[in-house]
T-cell receptor, first 116, second 115 residues
Framework: EAQVTQNPRYLITVTGKKLTVTCSQN?????MSWYRQDPGLGLRQIYY???????DKGDVPEGYKVSRKEKRNFPLILESPSPNQTSLYFC???????????????FGPGTRLLVL | AQKITQTQPGMFVQEKEAVTLDCTYD???????LFWYKQPSSGEMIFLIY??????QNATEGRYSLNFQKARKSANLVISASQLGDSAMYFC????????????FGSGTRLSIRP
């Protein structure tokens, strides 16, 4: 089954404790992206990757890191989480974002993060 | 700057009625695409419908249609014969040619269907 998976789905942590949220897709997609969703703000892009070893900042990259060493995986790293990073996080992938505009993104199930 | 605006934070509609969810956008690009996504209470994001800026016809997908008014820069989602399962958060999104690597989202509309 074609899908984007994220782990963990739920995470409670404390300020300053490094964490990684994994994202994996099995569709051989070139493009992957991370978003955070907050009430009243919709989804905002954190980082994206056009292909392996190619990453770029989105609209809200502060406090986050990413890497794309393999095509299928795009982990999101919070080196020192803070309470304002409490949010719902989505990973998404797309075949390519350099082609047709109608190329939509496939979303993972989301990760709910609470930073105390 | 590119922007998506959804002015209805929440809506209540009676089952079987049609409902229109508003979306206006701002871009200086001539080539762009507009998307609608549904997010049920379970949290996943479900793609509903797409409209390209050069598409001559309004997009339709089953009970979903997109009322695209280019001059007004609006792309409203119309759901016909609403069902209880339509209760969800709905997001309008846009991808522009000059920023093709990004999709920007509106703040969403929470739709509740009354039985």
């Amino acid at each position: 089954e074609a899908q984007v998976t994220q782990n963990p789905r739920y995470l409670i942590t404390v300020t300053g404790k490094k964490l990684t949220v994994t994202c994996s897709q099995n569709m051989n997609h070139e493009y992957m992206s991370w978003y955070r969703q907050d009430p009243g703000l919709g989804l905002r892009q954190i980082y994206y990757s056009m292909n392996v070893e190619v990453t770029d900042k989105g609209d809200v990259p502060e406090g986050y890191k990413v890497s794309r060493k393999e095509k299928r995986n795009f982990p999101l790293i919070l080196e020192s989480p803070s309470p304002n990073q409490t949010s719902l996080y989505f990973c998404a992938s797309s075949l390519s974002m350099s082609g047709q505009l109608q190329e939509t993104q496939y979303f993972g199930p989301g990760t709910r993060l609470l930073v105390l | 700057a590119q922007k998506i605006t959804q002015t209805q934070p929440g809506m209540f509609v009676q089952e079987k009625e049609a409902v229109t969810l508003d979306c206006t956008y701002d871009t200086s690009d001539q080539s762009y695409g507009l998307f609608w996504y549904k997010q049920p209470s379970s949290g996943e994001m479900i793609f509903l419908i797409y409209q390209g800026s050069y598409d001559e016809q309004n997009a339709t997908e089953g009970r979903y249609s997109l009322n695209f008014q280019k001059a007004r820069k609006s792309a409203n989602l119309v759901i016909s014969a609403s069902q209880l399962g339509d209760s969800a958060m709905y997001f309008c999104a846009m991808r522009s040619y000059s920023s093709a690597s990004k999709i920007i989202f509106g703040s969403g509309t929470r739709l509740s269907i009354r039985p």
